[in-house]
């Protein structure tokens, strides 16, 4: 971990952070002194880190801190996202005091592919793999699913199939118990008459 030590009076020298663009989760410390004598924070009080970048944009983040004569910084995206010397200092606020550090650097080594065209390589491929891995794995759970559902659905209809036989055969019985056949002496033809109202046996 780097450290460096910053000063609350400013005008002193100031210490540099080294990172590489992008970074995000590097941390340093940076130990605090007023004048010649360690300075310990107050654990009431509010501690931010707050820079300038090359491209004029500037960034403000709380930091964490306990009663200590230190505090530890972890870089962000925004913080490293541009090459160059970013300024930067502390500001501890307690009770209506708003008291900066004096400035430090956080110098951003620029990233070997900064601007540069991605090509094929093999993370790329790896990459790609890994997609159409998921990308079958979903399919599969998908089609298990379809077929998990089709085969509730053919359960059903026989079930369905079965008892619409059963209603048919009972429904066909009773109308065969309502069924009178006479012979008509005139003609001697086959004759019949159905009766609803006729009881079932």
Not at 68 to 75: L, Q
Not at 127 to 149: L, N, Q, T, Y
Not at 177 to 186: A, E, G
């Amino acid at each position: 971990m780097q450290t460096i030590n910053l000063n609350l009076v400013p005008g002193k020298v100031r210490p540099v952070v080294h990172a590489s663009q992008y970074d995000v989760g590097r941390t340093f410390r940076c130990n605090l002194f007023d004048g010649s004598l360690a300075y310990t924070l107050d654990a009431a009080a509010e501690v931010s880190i707050e820079g300038q970048k090359p491209d004029s944009c500037i960034f403000i983040y709380e930091v964490v801190h306990g009663a200590t004569s230190y505090v530890d910084i972890t870089t962000t995206e925004q913080m490293t996202a541009v090459s160059g010397i970013t300024e930067c200092e502390l500001r501890i606020r307690l009770n209506g005091s708003d008291v900066g550090t004096a400035n430090f650097l956080l110098e951003v080594e620029k990233a070997s592919t900064e601007n540069g065209v991605i090509s094929e390589s093999d993370i790329s491929l790896l990459r790609e793999v890994e997609d159409a891995a998921e990308s079958a794995r979903a399919d599969a759970m998908g089609a298990a699913s379809e077929a998990a559902a089709s085969a509730a659905d053919a359960e059903d209809s026989a079930t369905a199939a079965a008892i619409s036989e059963e209603q048919a055969a009972a429904w066909a019985a009773s109308a065969a118990h309502k069924l009178t056949f006479w012979r008509d002496p005139t003609d001697n033809g086959l004759n019949w008459t159905y009766d609803p109202d006729l009881p079932e046996e």
